[in-house]
């Protein structure tokens, strides 16, 4: 089963229950175990209006992570549709990391074989793999085998780095002779441990470059300008924000709201529930992101 959320805790804990974060201290029971029947994975065809931006053949894009790819499945996936008239699966899972997704972990994982990345691709044949885990670190999941950025920082960082070989190798034999490109996304700071943040996604870029792959650092959107790996809760509002302005929270402080107070990773404005879900109001946070990684498929998709 997924990772569930709570509603009304303590900040720690709510990020303990929320499932992505790096608190000093994790849960001491193991997760519950899966009890997901088939392929969770949803597809969607709804096709936008011509737009003379688009590329000339619509893409496909699969979208895979944890609990912030969990809330902003929705809003990416209308984004892709709009802005490229993709045909667009997501399978993201609360709680999960990087193994989970790997063939061959078995019973040892938060996601059912179906919706592993390779079956998927082989079952769905995306153009474009786009990944978001924020780096769970506290070994919540079964696949890290206990490994925790607290307790072995070096630890840690090999056994991330292995399974992004490994993750990349898999979706790649099984996309075969037409390997799709898979897109990391970057992740925005982290209060409590920036230094872990930016070394994971230093880890996407160079996994990227390794395998020819894309990076979209949706994370820099959510970061104050001069100040990657700096969080704040608010930023000033940006021309599209201003634009819309259901986006932009406090126009009279020209300001936009990323986080709730409570709440310091995610970016859902309304505190998250007993059942993982997309996030249902509009959240800044998530547009921002879902953007930019739509502006790299984009790019890449026309040939640029």
Not at 141 to 147: E, K, N, Q, R, S
Not at 280 to 289: A, N, Q
């Amino acid at each position: 089963m997924r990772k569930p959320w709570f509603v009304g805790v303590s900040l720690v804990g709510a990020l303990l229950l929320g499932g992505c974060t790096d608190p000093s201290s994790a849960p001491q029971a193991p997760p519950p175990s899966p009890a997901v029947p088939g392929a969770s994975a949803t597809t969607t065809h709804q096709r936008a209006p011509a737009s003379p931006g688009r590329p000339a053949v619509a893409p496909k894009v699969l979208y895979l992570g944890d609990s912030l790819a969990m809330e902003a499945q929705n809003v990416l996936g209308q984004q892709l549709r709009t802005d490229l008239n993709a045909t667009y699966t997501s399978a993201p899972y609360s709680g999960t990391t990087l193994c989970d997704y790997l063939e061959g972990t078995g019973a040892r994982s938060l996601v059912p074989d179906a919706d592993k990345a390779a079956a998927l691709v082989r079952a769905r044949h995306p153009d474009y793999v786009v990944m978001q885990f924020w780096g769970n670190a506290w070994g919540y999941t079964w696949c890290m085998d206990g490994i925790t950025y607290n307790a072995s920082r070096q630890r840690y960082f090999t056994r991330y780095r292995a399974d992004l070989r490994r993750l990349t190798e898999q979706i790649a034999d099984a996309g075969g002779a037409k390997r799709p490109r898979i897109v990391w996304v970057q992740q925005g700071p982290d209060p409590i441990t920036p230094d872990r943040v930016r070394r994971v996604n230093e880890m996407y870029e160079q996994q990227a470059a390794a395998s020819h792959d894309l990076v979209a650092d949706a994370g820099a959107t959510v970061s104050p300008a001069g100040g990657r790996y700096t969080w704040a809760q608010y930023l000033p509002c940006t021309a599209y924000e201003h634009a819309h302005p259901d986006y932009c929270t406090q126009p009279d402080q020209d300001r936009t709201a990323l986080h709730l107070s409570s709440d310091y990773l995610h970016f859902c404005l309304v505190p998250t529930t007993s059942t993982p879900k997309p996030c249902p109001v509009r959240s800044p946070g998530i547009l921002r992101m879902a953007r930019e990684v739509t502006r790299v498929i984009a790019q890449q998709a026309a040939g640029h």
